[in-house]
């Protein structure tokens, strides 16, 4: 075991291409992305001693948290395919431990809402990278009128006695200031003024009068609310302009992150990968494309019960549909109404919520032939609002939450 404490990469790296090769992508991508440390930290004298370690995997305090009750089956899963490869040099104990990383931010303290100033960079920075020109089909002074007084603002040029005068000389006239002169602009300080005022930045970015081009908006909206969302906010579509979406900024709902992490751990949990990619198409598409939520959170009813009827070893003929499926499993589980007693305490409430969970696959196949993806639509045909979407991937999270947790009880006790 000492031959981990001193070198652990190549059994760390081994693990992780046969997580890879298993499929476990979640627990690959946590091992991969994590600060590793061994210490010693157990003896026990039985049998001439045996030393007892613990592999610390430091990861994102974010990550971290979101994982909930996850990280016991990551832990577990790093574990088990470590144990053959320590087995070879030592006989010592060791356990996997994922824990939090420790480090000092400098905003650290800054009230909580706000858009950190290591976020925002990282928003400029992708603009710049991407030489995303920030207005768009607009002049500069066009697009900063729409959210500053530039009439109020001073002059840097002693020409002009405001700042539309000296940015309309220089980037209109004389075009001598750079393209990414805004970012570095004491006046507008939008790295580090007020949060409001960034996030109404990112929106007149990808406006529909600024960027009339959809996909390369949505593009751009994807990725900034990468950086967005740790921090307690998002962009999301508040109407259509011409077909086109506009977006404002909203805070995030932790409750729905704390679902999604839930559904990752059910997924992880019957080692269904397909499920894992489903799930965060679905959490990305929330927003942007509510149809194909919906479609996909009929996917994952699918996915969550073929899962658990393979793991028990029932064979799905070709075509069956979400409905069926769903009896297939409730009745596998014995979840069906007939099988509460009447004696049991609340038993016509518990087969109420039996009927409902059953029909639950039916409403959702329902709600994806009419507003899901996947099926061609007339001119005049209007979409759901994103907060359908959530309704219609919240209610599949809570279904395969429950129908993987029966699942994995029964297990357990037979």
Same mark, same amino acid.
């Given at each position: 075991?000492?031959?981990?404490?001193?070198?652990?990469?190549?059994?760390?790296?081994?693990?992780?291409?046969?997580?890879?090769?298993?499929?476990?992508?979640?627990?690959?991508?946590?091992?991969?992305?994590?600060?590793?440390?061994?210490?010693?930290?157990?003896?026990?004298?039985?049998?001439?001693?045996?030393?007892?370690?613990?592999?610390?995997?430091?990861?994102?305090?974010?990550?971290?948290?979101?994982?909930?009750?996850?990280?016991?089956?990551?832990?577990?899963?790093?574990?088990?395919?470590?144990?053959?490869?320590?087995?070879?040099?030592?006989?010592?104990?060791?356990?996997?431990?994922?824990?939090?990383?420790?480090?000092?931010?400098?905003d650290w303290r800054e009230q909580a809402g706000e858009v950190s100033m290591r976020a925002r960079r990282n928003i400029v920075d992708g603009?710049?990278?991407?030489?995303?020109?920030?207005?768009?089909?607009?002049?500069?002074?066009?697009?900063?009128?729409?959210?500053?007084?530039?009439?109020?603002?001073?002059?840097?040029?002693?020409?002009?006695?405001?700042?539309?005068?000296?940015?309309?000389?220089?980037?209109?006239?004389?075009?001598?200031?750079?393209?990414?002169?805004?970012?570095?602009?004491?006046?507008?300080?939008?790295?580090?003024?007020?949060?409001?005022?960034?996030?109404?930045?990112?929106?007149?970015?990808?406006?529909?009068?600024?960027?009339?081009?959809?996909?390369?908006?949505? &593009? %751009?909206?994807?990725?900034?609310?990468?950086? /967005? $969302?740790?921090?307690?906010?998002?962009?999301?579509? #508040?109407? +259509?302009? @011409?077909?086109?979406?506009?977006?404002?900024?909203?805070?995030?709902?932790?409750?729905?992150?704390?679902?999604?992490?839930?559904?990752?751990?059910?997924?992880?949990?019957?080692?269904?990968?397909?499920?894992?990619?489903?799930?965060e198409r679905a959490e990305n598409a929330i927003e942007t494309d509510p149809a194909l939520a919906i479609g996909t959170a009929k996917e994952?009813?699918?996915?969550?019960?073929?899962?658990?009827?393979?793991?028990?070893?029932?064979?799905?003929?070709?075509?069956?549909?979400?409905? &069926? %499926?769903?009896?297939?499993?409730?009745?596998? /589980? $014995?979840?069906?109404?007939?099988?509460?007693?009447? #004696?049991? +305490?609340? @038993?016509?409430?518990?087969?109420?919520?039996?009927?409902?969970?059953?029909?639950?696959?039916?409403?959702?196949?329902?709600?994806?032939?009419?507003?899901?993806?996947?099926?061609?639509?007339?001119?005049?045909?209007?979409?759901?609002?994103?907060?359908?979407?959530?309704?219609?991937?919240?209610?599949?999270?809570?279904?395969?939450?429950?129908?993987?947790?029966?699942?994995?009880?029964?297990?357990?006790?037979?």
């Open positions: 075991m000492k031959r981990i404490a001193e070198k652990p990469e190549a059994y760390l790296a081994t693990a992780a291409r046969m997580l890879d090769a298993e499929n476990m992508t979640e627990a690959a991508s946590v091992l991969r992305s994590s600060k590793v440390s061994v210490e010693e930290t157990g003896y026990d004298n039985w049998d001439g001693g045996t030393r007892i370690w613990t592999i610390y995997l430091e990861i994102d305090p974010a990550d971290y948290a979101q994982l909930g009750s996850g990280r016991e089956v990551l832990q577990g899963q790093i574990k088990n395919r470590l144990d053959p490869i320590v087995a070879q040099f030592s006989g010592d104990w060791f356990n996997v431990t994922l824990t939090p990383r420790t480090s000092v931010e400098p603009l710049k990278l991407d030489e995303v020109h920030w207005c768009g089909r607009l002049n500069d002074v066009d697009f900063l009128g729409r959210i500053f007084d530039l009439e109020a603002l001073p002059s840097d040029d002693s020409r002009f006695k405001t700042a539309s005068g000296d940015i309309w000389q220089h980037r209109i006239n004389n075009f001598d200031w750079e393209d990414d002169w805004i970012y570095s602009d004491k006046r507008f300080d939008l790295l580090g003024g007020p949060t409001d005022t960034f996030l109404r930045f990112l929106c007149e970015i990808v406006h529909p009068v600024v960027r009339p081009d959809r996909n390369e908006a949505l &593009k %751009l909206v994807g990725e900034f609310n990468d950086q /967005l $969302r740790p921090e307690g906010w998002q962009l999301v579509e #508040e109407e +259509k302009i @011409a077909g086109r979406p506009r977006f404002v900024p909203r805070s995030v709902k932790h409750s729905s992150a704390r679902s999604f992490s839930r559904a990752r751990t059910v997924a992880d949990a019957l080692n269904a990968s397909w499920m894992q990619k489903e799930i994952l009813l699918e996915s969550c019960c073929k899962s658990i009827l393979d793991r028990r070893d029932i064979t799905v003929p070709n075509g069956t549909d979400l409905p &069926k %499926l769903t009896k297939m499993v409730t009745t596998e /589980l $014995r979840l069906v109404p007939e099988g509460i007693s009447n #004696e049991a +305490k609340g @038993a016509e409430t518990i087969r109420l919520i039996l009927r409902n969970l059953s029909a639950l696959s039916q409403y959702l196949a329902e709600l994806r032939g009419l507003y899901g993806s996947g099926h061609g639509r007339d001119g005049k045909h209007k979409g759901l609002e994103p907060r359908h979407a959530r309704l219609a991937v919240g209610a599949a999270v809570a279904f395969i939450d429950f129908m993987t947790s029966t699942h994995q009880k029964q297990s357990e006790t037979e």
